[in-house]
Each structure stands twice: as C-alpha cells, then as structure tokens.
C-alpha cells in the first residue's frame, strides 16, 4: 500500500512540475503572442486597441498565474475579448511569381506543448492562416523597405519594470519580424529573449536602463545597429579626451598626430609612440569591454566601431602603456574636455588625381565625389590605364551613373531580400541589376580598395565594381553590413538595423562576412609610423607587377 502512495505523490509531483512555469517562461510566451497578435491578428493589425496598454495589464495579471493550465486560459479568453477572425481567402494563395527566403521564418513557437495547450496552438494557428492583408497600423512601406509608426513614448528614463518589459518585447518583436538577417545572429534570438528578460527585471535606476537596452541592441550583431545615449557616453566612455589622432594597426593604437588644447599645454604622448594597455587593459581587452554594449557584424567591424573610446575617460588622465624607441614606458597622459581640444578644420582633399608624373594611374575618393563630378572625373580619368577607387569611406549615391560609364553592359550584381509585408518574418527575393550595353566602357584597370569602414553603400558599390572584367580588390575585409536600413526608436533614443537583405546574386551572403578581398591587405605598426599607405603601395605593386 505504501508502494502504491509513493507512486502516485511520485506521478502528483511529476505533474505538478510540468504544468509550473518560471516568472521568465510566462513573460517569454506574453512577448511572443503580443508581438505576434500585433501585427497578425486583424483587429489589432488595424489599430482598434491600445495595444501598450493591453501588454501592461497581462503583465499585471501574470503574477497572479502559477502554472500552464491558468496561462492558457488567460490567454484564450483575452483573444477570443479581441472579435472574431474571419476566414481569409486570399491568405492561402501563393504568389508564383515571388521568390522566397524562409531562414527568418519559424512559427513552430505556437506548437510549444511546453507552454501552450493545444487549444490555445490551434486558436493561434487559425490566426497566422487568417492574418491580417494590407495595411497595418504598427508599420508602413515607403520605397523599398518599411518603417515603424504609431508607437508610443514612454521617454528615456527608467519609469517601472513593466515599461522597461514593453521596450524589450517591443523591439524582441521589430526584430523577429523585420530584421532580415535574424538568422545570423550568435545567439539564437529565442534564446536572446530568455537572457534578456531577468536582466530588464533587475534594472534600477537609468544608467542601468541604457546599458541593458544598448546589450539587447548589440545582440543582432549588425554594424549598422547603434543605441544613442548620452547617458551611457558620459557615464560609459567618458567626458574628457586625450588629444591626439591614432591607427589601429596589429593590436595596437599608433599615435600620428598631437592636437593642440585650448590650455596650451605639452602632453606626454608623441606622434610614432605605440600604445598596447591604458589603465591596466590590453587593446584587446578593451574592445571586449566596450563591445557588450556596441553591435558590430564581425570582430573588425567591433574594432573599427570602438577603436575611437580608448582614450576617452572621466578622470583627468589616463596611464598607458607605450612603446617608444625600442623601449616600452608607462605614461599619464591628461585628458581634456572637448571643448578644450582644438579641432583643426581638416586639410581639403583632391577629389581625383593621377598618382603618376606619366599620368597612367588614376585616383578617385569615393567619400567626396559627388554625382555632378563624375562627368568631369571620368573624362579626366578615363585615358589613365588603371583607376583606383578608394572605398574606405562612404559615397554619395555614386553607383548607377559611375556603372554605366565603366562597366561593359548590363549585369546583375547582387540581390535584395524585402519582408513579405503581407506574411511578417516571411521575405522574397529580387535581383537587381546594373550598368547598360556600352562599348565605350572603361577598359584599363579598376582597382577598388576597402577595409573595415567599407560599409553598406561602399560594400555595394564595391560588388558593382566587381563586374568590371579587369576588376581586383585589395585591402582587408570590409564590415559586413549590407542593405537598406530602418529608423526608429527604443525607449525614445535612436536606434536602427539593416531592413533588407543584400546578397551576391548567387545567394552568397555579405553580411556578418563582408566583401573578401582579392588580395588582403593591413596597416602595420611599422608602416603607420612612416606615414605609409601601405593599402595604396599595395594597389601600386599589383599595378606593376600583376600580382
């Protein structure tokens, strides 16, 4: 008979645990059916509720819910309170004529028998297979990508821990069901919502608001994402400033320049001086630091983004580590508020020249031409028997009208992927092509130089040069951020992501990855100290020699 007992408490308790749920699984499973009914269910698509409002008070009724049973009753009576879905006809038609990408997609949640009883899976099934068809109140399209509408401000201070849930779930959601590269994240963003939601549980005060909405931000691991906050750049990364200009080059800070201070004071540092530690971190120890709060697509994109908060601080000096002259030396080196640094108005820089007395190379600053030069640029170029265009920069929406003086005819160069406005997390694809039939086209040398401020626009511009037939990149990988992006905000500060997909037309991906060199290329310590281009001397040796 005690056998018998034992066995059925056994059962009771094995019961028990698996219809109890965490504090985080019932605010996982509130985020994913709230963004879900947001932009699916067609009255809420519509804009008939308050939707925030709605949120903020299932998280006050989920404290009273202890297990799965309770959970899903809440959540079948709150939508069956939203009216009734009628059957969608058109929802089940499939556009032959699109192309779609699917990596994005994954409505399995809804079958997660852990949190979700089957009739609750069913009555949310019934809603993605009769979702909502045209407009949508939360988003609208405009050009080529979408944007965000008709969100309310909550403001940038720390207010209460269920706002502070409602910026998560809010921007958890932007992400599922926009974000074209989901898919390439680190972490999976499943995962990322579990991670993220005790940790907005146990913000305080605003500081601790903006660090943790910048680590939610840095999870899509895209360099075009950033969160501006003027809190987290006092607080984080400091006021006041060493006055000089620097290269990073092999792990290190190359000193090339001292800038004057209104103080007119002498600091310590001098130009050629390589810094490897400042107060107690190595360089790359300082990159991870600063990196949980800064999302960048790859590790050198991450460097190019955070190299230029070294040497900010709080304090009045900062002590590095130097090498110099053969020597390595500890140094305080003061810092200076900005207003106290002089900032010298930079020297003006030709936009094209010819790098050689015989006038056979030619060069071209992709970051300052603009689209009325390119006439006079290319006429003035186009005898030279190689160009090099520099795209270690960003240019002024130079790409069609440059592609169709140089390129031989009409190419597909990459393609885009668009979100399926009408089935969210779902994209297609297009490809897009380039140029036109032009047998005047430049035929000498291209020669494209990148690195990691290569980026976006630059990285297309870069993969329409590539369709030239005497096209060769030299530099180091670019930064692997590629497409369109969209705008908008996170607890009232500015924020974005990359909106579409951009791929080689193949499908090769360029994201997260870059542009790969034909020939890579980087600076050296040795090579900053003397002033060298060692990515331009490169470019001139490849001109010469053919390789």
């Not at 519509?46 to 006050?60: H, R």
């Not at 400042?278 to 050198?300: D, E, H, L």
């Not at 689209?371 to 270690?392: C, N, P, V």
């Not at 005047?440 to 626009?457: M, R, W």
Request: glycine share 6%.
């Amino acid at each position: 008979m005690r056998k018998i007992s034992l066995f059925i408490l056994l059962l009771f308790s094995l019961h028990f645990s698996a219809q109890a749920l965490s504090e985080t699984q019932k605010l996982a499973s509130l985020c994913r059916i709230w963004g879900f009914l947001k932009y699916y269910h067609p009255g809420v698509a519509k804009g008939d509720f308050e939707w925030d409002q709605e949120l903020l008070k299932k998280i006050d009724e989920l404290n009273n819910i202890r297990d799965k049973d309770h959970l899903n009753e809440l959540y079948f009576n709150w939508i069956n309170n939203l009216g009734k879905v009628d059957e969608c006809k058109n929802c089940s038609k499939e556009n032959k004529e699109k192309v779609y990408f699917l990596r994005n997609f994954d409505p399995s949640w809804i079958n997660d028998k852990n949190i979700f009883n089957e009739k609750l899976s069913r009555q949310l099934l019934f809603i993605q297979n009769n979702r909502n068809l045209g407009s949508n109140h939360y988003f609208g399209t405009g050009g080529r990508k979408v944007y965000f509408k008709n969100e309310n401000s909550y403001g940038s201070k720390f207010t209460s821990k269920p706002i502070s849930l409602l910026e998560l779930f809010r921007y958890w959601n932007e992400v599922e069901y926009f974000f074209p590269y989901k898919y390439q994240t680190d972490q999976n963003w499943n995962d990322v919502l579990t991670e993220m939601i005790p940790k907005f549980l146990s913000i305080q005060n605003d500081e601790s608001y903006h660090l943790t909405l910048a680590e939610l931000v840095t999870k899509v691991d895209d360099s075009h994402a950033f969160l501006y906050s003027p809190l987290i750049n006092a607080h984080q990364y400091g006021r006041r400033k060493v006055p000089v200009e620097y290269t990073y080059a092999e792990g290190k800070l190359v000193i090339t320049k001292i800038i004057k201070n209104r103080l007119d004071e002498e600091i310590s540092l001098k130009t050629g001086d390589v810094i490897y530690d400042v107060n107690g971190r190595t360089i790359p120890q300082m990159i991870n630091r600063f990196g949980k709060y800064v999302p960048a697509s790859n590790s050198w994109g991450k460097i190019t983004k955070v190299k230029n908060l070294f040497l900010f601080s709080n304090n009045d000096s900062v002590t590095v580590k130097v090498e110099r002259d053969g020597q390595n030396i500890s140094v305080t080196a003061k810092t200076y508020l900005l207003k106290d640094i002089i900032t010298e108005k930079p020297a003006a820089k030709q936009k094209w020249n010819f790098l050689d007395a015989s006038r056979k190379i030619g060069y071209a600053n992709m970051g300052i031409i603009e689209k009325s030069d390119l006439d006079e640029m290319y006429g003035d170029l186009k005898s030279a028997a190689s160009i090099i265009f520099d795209l270690r920069n960003y240019p002024k929406q130079t790409i069609i009208p440059l592609s169709r003086m140089i390129l031989p005819e009409k190419s597909i160069y990459y393609q885009f992927n668009f979100p399926e406005t009408d089935y969210l997390s779902k994209f297609y694809s297009s490809k897009n092509s380039i140029g036109r039939k032009n047998p005047d086209y430049y035929k000498g040398n291209v020669i494209v130089l990148v690195d990691g401020n290569t980026q976006s626009q630059a990285e297309t511009t870069t993969m329409m040069f590539k369709q030239h037939p005497k096209a060769k990149v030299i530099g180091s990988h670019t930064s692997g951020a590629n497409g369109d992006v969209i705008r908008f905000k996170i607890a009232d500060l500015d924020t974005c992501f990359t909106g579409l997909g951009a791929y080689y037309p193949d499908g090769r991906e360029t994201q997260r990855i870059g542009i790969v060199p034909d020939i890579i290329i980087t600076p050296t310590v040795k090579g900053v100290q003397q002033g060298k281009d060692e990515v331009l001397e490169r470019a001139l040796e490849y001109i010469k020699t053919g390789f």
